[in-house]
Nanobody, 125 residues
Framework: VQLQASGGGLVQAGGSLRLSCAVSGGTFREYVMGWFRQAPGKEREFVAGFRKSGGNTLYADSVEGRFTISRDNAKKTAYLQMNNLRPEDTAVYYC???????????????????WGQGTLVTVSS
């Protein structure tokens, strides 16, 4: 299974970006998908994810109401729509996938078996 993240870039505060995560190999609809980010000098943190392969979504408090995770099973792609971006959202964003995740562990990086290479998002003030 391979994940390819894209869509990062430089944007001004208040702007928007949409990240994509294309998945090859395996059966995409069976995977629980999540997005994480890592800022310089900080640990990787959970951003958004699905509780199950097609179930309810979960968001970090810091992005709730601004970011939206979605998926298109036909295109084997997950998305992260990011609106009203802030300088503190600057980070490398990673998509992740796993076939089975305990609902209470959706936010833990160790719960995911597969990772994309990351895409850099820079928000200027």
């Amino acid at each position: 299974v391979q994940l390819q993240a894209s869509g990062g870039g430089l944007v001004q505060a208040g702007g928007s970006l949409r990240l994509s995560c294309a998945v090859s190999g395996g059966t995409f609809r069976e995977y629980v998908m999540g997005w994480f980010r890592q800022a310089p000098g900080k640990e990787r943190e959970f951003v958004a994810g699905f509780r199950k392969s097609g179930g309810n979504t979960l968001y970090a408090d810091s992005v709730e109401g601004r970011f939206t995770i979605s998926r298109d099973n036909a295109k084997k792609t997950a998305y992260l729509q990011m609106n009203n971006l802030r300088p503190e959202d600057t980070a490398v964003y990673y998509c992740a996938a796993s076939r089975t995740i305990i609902s209470s562990s959706v936010g833990l990086p160790s719960s995911y078996a597969y990772w994309g290479q990351g895409t850099l998002v820079t928000v200027s003030s």
